[in-house]
């Protein structure tokens, strides 16, 4: 099985699409497509936001493509265009920091459809165990789709109502990627319209717009048992998360198949949305458990079961949990079906929704942390900079650096086991002033300068940079290869210009193809 990266320097095969003449920038709505493109207010404006609610971008027009026909449609009229336009793809609006915008051209609008038309529904090969899907489809479509056939992916991402393309982008991780490797490592071909080609690529984000992926599938569980235990020692904590990780070779009855975390700095949080299992029925008392730094470990588990393995499922979590050195008085088990785990964080998006709390700004800060530098970062972060307060959940959890393709051009420390530390942080304007945008975002810069001077050699997942220096320094020996593919794929720098790491270029109509 040839396993397809993002951002892979493999191409297997290329189809030219003839460059355009130019036109004006309001010609492309002209243009004969299957989908639409709209100039409608209410799209414009869904467009110019996102989940971050930290920037704002408002595009020229929006495009709800049917085929990657209609793509590269666009694209060829934006890149034959002297206009100075560029085009952006988004999917469900889940970036942070603008990344799917444009204030000078047209936003591709993924997922959803308007009018009669609509994309491509997933089509699953039971036999062949793969599933090919557009890439503005929601996992939790997919999902639905392959569990019909009793099968599933492989690998995740925590929340479910996010695009393909958007999170094959950037790899997609949950606590399935010490095992199977981010979502990437389990595609095994994408199609990506970039600025001169309609592509079969191996993952090119940055470079091109994916507008289909074929995705590997397994038999689909029924079950899972999910397990919550807490920890006051951290080295003990992160002891038992790498130990669980290594197991990822051992036969699927000796391992778990979730490993995550999260950090508790006050019993607040037990409530928070990530927490919603640590419920009123436990009997244990979180805060009885606190030790006197005010810091608590959770380490989150599940295994999934089917009815052929239902009498054996008490024998290998028992034994699997014998080997760690949790609170003994602080385990939490529940049995629910494997849709409703995955789908987990959807249930409490809901009720967040219903307290006016999931539209807010999210001043999210991803960290992959090299393992050797996790006790230090637990000291000066966990233990130091955030105090007691946290506005939203923090999530922990180590992985395999070998199951990451080292052609990808997500950036990861350079060590066997690194973790990701994800401050999940909602901005609220309650008076409060540590949970205020400002208070979140300088101790988000407080943060980053810690692992400077301490010589933590952070790497940041789902990056945001202003310069593109920074973004040099963040790519290290990989910038050289970046640059030629952005060269090689998108010259004038007309796509994903909202990620700030080219400046778009345009020739003098004098020089416009012919």
Known sequence: MATMLLLTF????????????????MEILRLGIDGQLSVDPSDVETASLDFGLLTRGQPLAVLHPVS????????????????????????????????????NGVVIQMSGWKGGNKPPRPRVWAEERYVDVWGGELWIDVLKSTLEYGLAPKSWTDYLYLSVGGTLSNAGI???????????????????????????????????????ARISLEPAPKMVRWIRVLYSNFSAFTSDQEHLISLHAEPSNQKFDYVEGFVIVDEGLINNWRSSLLSPQNPVKISTLFPSGGVLYCLEIAKNYHESTVQTIDQEVEFLLKKLNFISTSVFTTDLLYVDFLDRVHKAELKLRSKG????????????????????????????????KTSGPILIYPMNKNKWDHRSSVVTPDEGVFYLVALLRSALDNGEETQSLEYLNNQNRQILRYCDEAGIKV????????????????????WDRFYEMKMEFDPRHILASGQRIFTPTFPSSSNMPS
């Open 459 to 478: 790497k940041r997942y789902l990056p945001h940079y202003t310069t593109q220096q920074e973004w040099m320094d963040h790519f290290g020996n990989k």
């Open 174 to 212: 949950s606590g399935q990627a010490f095992n199977h490797g981010p979502q990437i490592s389990n595609v095994y071909e994408l199609d990506v319209v970039t600025e001169l080609f309609h592509a079969v690529l191996g993952g090119l984000g940055q470079f091109g717009i994916i507008t289909r």
């Open 68 to 103: 990657a026909q209609d793509i590269s449609q666009v694209v060829k009229a934006v890149y034959g265009s002297n206009q100075g336009m560029t085009v952006s793809a988004r999917g469900h609006g889940h970036s942070i920091n603008g990344q799917a915008q444009t204030t």
């Open 10 to 25: 493999l191409i297997s095969s290329l189809i030219m699409v003839t460059v355009g003449l130019a036109i004006d920038s």
């Open 357 to 388: 709390l999931w539209e807010v700004p999210h001043p999210w800060l991803n960290l992959f942390i090299p393992s050797s530098k996790i006790a230090e970062f637990d000291k000066g972060v966990f233990k130091g900079i955030l105090g007691n």
